[in-house]
């Protein structure tokens, strides 16, 4: 399956306050970029041509793992509000 | 919103709500903050609720009336290259009837029940709520921020039961960040598949489930694949090393899909339908990478406090979260009793942990992270699994060797002489 419809299976309540912001002259500096491929819900893209990390917080997971592999403090990451964010129904 | 309890848990987890449901039997007032909107719906595991003394002690009916799936009937490890398999499958009817040693749950459905249960003692769950920040005065931690519905909770003590990434344990100065050597990703696909299909499938009757574990399923990433069976599904996923992922430069979620397209893997899973996708970090440095577990005012609990190993066998997470839980609880019960908050009161906590199964079995598996570490264990050894069964059954009229001599030439091919030695003495030092 792709990741697109793997991320479709779980129920997001989207908060209009991102809880991750990027800091987006420092990964323009990073050597590594691993949030981009770690992800498992991959809401990190690179973009060469702009030189650009974007992130669409809105089907993160809140794992965490981005958060762990960015060593170059350039996250803002927090839990979304009480209430916002994933809802597993199953899992 | 602003009040006061003697005890504010953070979390309605394992450790969270087994915590609150003690605090609250002994009469003391206690708060559970959820920051989901449900308990359990932030929650996610490979499946495996183990048989845990404590949570039987608590709600001795327990199997009667919380949502379980199925018994752990049937446990099998399993060796994979490309296109084999060499598989260990142990089944007994000591495994078939109660106290039974294990049951696959879905966390909404457990953590929600757990939760319903303190209420019922008497707890005040708060859900919809994240803990922003702890309260800290005069050094001693009395209270939380709250995120959601915004306001201060304040108490005698916090318990820190939010999680492997517990950002109150770092706000307190107990522990520092995770580091990825020390971390792992679990990713995990539920799946239906109708009740008859898997009971034909894996060779089960009534409530009985499988357990499977793979070894050599993860892309060379250090790691391992599962899979459990639900009562009406399957639950399937990896947990791989953070570093090591991140080493690969491959998305998670690929080398899942590469896992079910594996040849014996496959058969497994036909015909079953995707219902949901779920991702976790599971904190697997062991005893070695524990933070400190108390400070004045907060102890933490289950995950946030690091407890949780695997020694390539066992993997336990939930039941050292419910008894952690239990204890920080008997703490703080006897800290309240005796008006004192302190740090060095509180260390009642580790001594209590220190006594117990949970860090007793963490010391005994110091090493095993370190085991975990040796690469040969993903890439080399379910090769040379797979070549010696290949050899012992291959009928070719090519000579045969005796066994000893099959296995030696293949682990010196495979692997080489200095690599067995320095992977043995690591195996030997984790498990013998």
Redesign the interface.
Known sequence: MNIEALTQLAQFEVDDRAHIVVDKDICRTCDHRACVDACPANCYTWDEATRLLSIVYETCLECGTCYCVCDKGALDWGYPRGGYGVRYRLT | MAKSFDVICVGAGPAGSLAALKLARAGKSVCLL?????P?????FGGLLHHTPVLNELIPDFAGHAPLERHVYQKTLAFLTDESAVSLTFESGSFDRAPFNGFTV????FDGWLAAEAERAGALLL????A?NLIIKDGQVSGVT????EGELHAHIVIAADG??S?LAKQAGLRG??R?AA?G?G????LGLPEEVINERFGLVRDQGADISFVGATGGMRGGAFLYTNRAGL?VGLVVH?DS??AS?????EVL?EFLAHPQVRKLVKGAV????????IPEGGYKAMPRLYGDGLMLAGDAAGLCYTNGINLEGINLAMTSGVLAAETAIAAIEAGDYSARFLSLYKKKLDASFVIKDMKTFKNAAGMMHRENIFKKYPRVLANIMERLYRVDGRPRSRLLRLVRREVLRQVGLKDIIADGIKIGRSLL
């Open positions: 959820e920051r989901g909107s449900r359990g719906e932030k929650n996610m879905f966390r909404p459905a859900t919809d709520c994240t922003e709250v995120k959601g519905r492997v990434l950002l960040d995770l990825p971390t990703l990713i995990k696909l539920l639950s953070l992922l991140t430069g491959k998305p998670p979620y899909d995707p219902l949901e996708y779920s991702a976790h970090l």
